[in-house]
Structures are given as structure tokens and as C-alpha cells.
């Protein structure tokens, strides 16, 4: 258990429906990074947020969005799904931005 | 392009036979590169963080190296529970984002 904490864990929705994701990091991390994994595509890095500010963005869409609250917990919203945005998504955290990180166990989402 | 490459994408291995797994990087300005674990389904698992060239960190059967243009993971006398997919990555820095390889998808068999 790394101690990133995600929910859902599953989540089957419609195309064009908006999801959101939460994930709370690791007691005392201050840095949050979504990645979205698929089969074909690999781990693929989206948004990092650093004690609350956006630190470094990745290929995001448009369609997708994401914040980090003051008690450091974070939300990815995804709107106007597609199918292929099915994916695994996962959180991870870390002590400051460019430290190792630690994972959670993810979110299946399930565009149908 | 920032670039992370391992290699191979899939390595079959019998119980006991030692073997490397290769990472290579064509990030200027390196600033350590990170090994994970992951099985399928999860989420990665932490191995090893290497800073600097000629750096070894070592855990169980896993033993990570560093030169100033690759890595490697090697893993000696392996058993079926190191079947995983491995992973390395850049950390971000400066205006770097972090970014991992395709990994390497090893299989021990018994």
C-alpha cells in the first residue's frame, strides 16, 4: 500500500458524460501527478500540481481538467467523454515536485 | 524531443536465470532516473532512484546501475513473483516533465 488514496476505483459511463476523479497523496506530499495509462499508449503523463499550483502540464486535452485544494487533495474532471478515453488512470504524490513517486491503485474508466 | 527507451519490450525467462533490462535516455540535463514495478492492473511500485553516473542501488534480486546514457535494471536468479512490468523514468525539472518508458514486460517461468 503506498498510501495514495483513489476513487472510484471503477467507473463506466456514456460518451459525452463528465466524470471526476479523486485522488488525496500520501501524508505529507505535497506534489500530486495524473497519468493516463492505455494499452497502446503507455503510462502518459497529463498534470502535475505542486502545494496547489499547477507545476508542469503534460498532452492534456482541452476536455480535461484539474485542481489541487488546500488540504492537498486533487481532482481530475474529464468532460465530454469519448470512447477513447477509456483508460486506467492513476494519481501519484510526492515530498516535493521532482522527488520518486508513489502511486495509487487507480481509476478504470470505462467509456461506453 | 526528451526521449526514454527500454528495452527489450518483453523478456521470457526461466527460473534462475539472471538477465538485464536496458534504459536508455536522450533527456539533456538528467537529474536522477527512477525504476518501478508494475503488475498488471496496478499501480507502479517504487524500486530505485539513481542521481548520478556509476550510482548502484540494490534490492533482493534487483540491482539498478547508472552511466552517463543509459541504465540498467539486472535481475539475478529470478522467481516467477519478479513477473511484472518494469518501468523507468525522468523526473520533471526546470521546464522537463516527468516521463517514463514503454517498459519491459518480463515473464519467469517456473
Known amino acids: 500500500d503506498s498510501g495514495v488514496t483513489q476513487t472510484p476505483k471503477h467507473l463506466i459511463t456514456a460518451t459525452g458524460q463528465r466524470v471526476t476523479l479523486r485522488c488525496s497523496p500520501r501524508s505529507g506530499d505535497l506534489s500530486v501527478y495524473w497519468y493516463q495509462q492505455s494499452l497502446d499508449q503507455g503510462l502518459q503523463f497529463l498534470i502535475q500540481y505542486y502545494n496547489g499550483e499547477e507545476r508542469a502540464k503534460g498532452n492534456i486535452l482541452e476536455r480535461f481538467s484539474a485542481q489541487q485544494f488546500p488540504d492537498l487533495h486533487s481532482e481530475l474532471n474529464l468532460s465530454s467523454l469519448e470512447l477513447g478515453d477509456s483508460a486506467l488512470y492513476f494519481c501519484?504524490?510526492?515530498?516535493?515536485?521532482?522527488?520518486?513517486?508513489?502511486f495509487g491503485p487507480g481509476t478504470r474508466l470505462t467509456v461506453t | 524531443e526528451d526521449q526514454v527507451t527500454q528495452s527489450p519490450e518483453a523478456l521470457r525467462l526461466q527460473e534462475g536465470e539472471s538477465s538485464s533490462l536496458n534504459c536508455s535516455y536522450t533527456?539533456?540535463?538528467?537529474?536522477?532516473l527512477f525504476w518501478y514495478r508494475q503488475d498488471p492492473g496496478k499501480g507502479p511500485e517504487f524500486l530505485f532512484t539513481?542521481?548520478?553516473a556509476g550510482e548502484e542501488k540494490e534490492k533482493e534480486r534487483l540491482k539498478a546501475t547508472l552511466t552517463k546514457k543509459e541504465s540498467f535494471l539486472h535481475i539475478t536468479a529470478p522467481k516467477p513473483e519478479d513477473s511484472a512490468t518494469y518501468l523507468c523514468a525522468r523526473p520533471p525539472g526546470g521546464s522537463y516533465i516527468p516521463t517514463f518508458g514503454r517498459g519491459t514486460s518480463l515473464i519467469v517461468h517456473p
Open positions: 533527456v539533456s540535463g538528467l537529474r536522477g
Open positions: 539513481l542521481y548520478s
Open positions: 501519484a504524490s510526492s515530498v516535493a515536485w521532482a522527488d520518486e513517486q508513489y
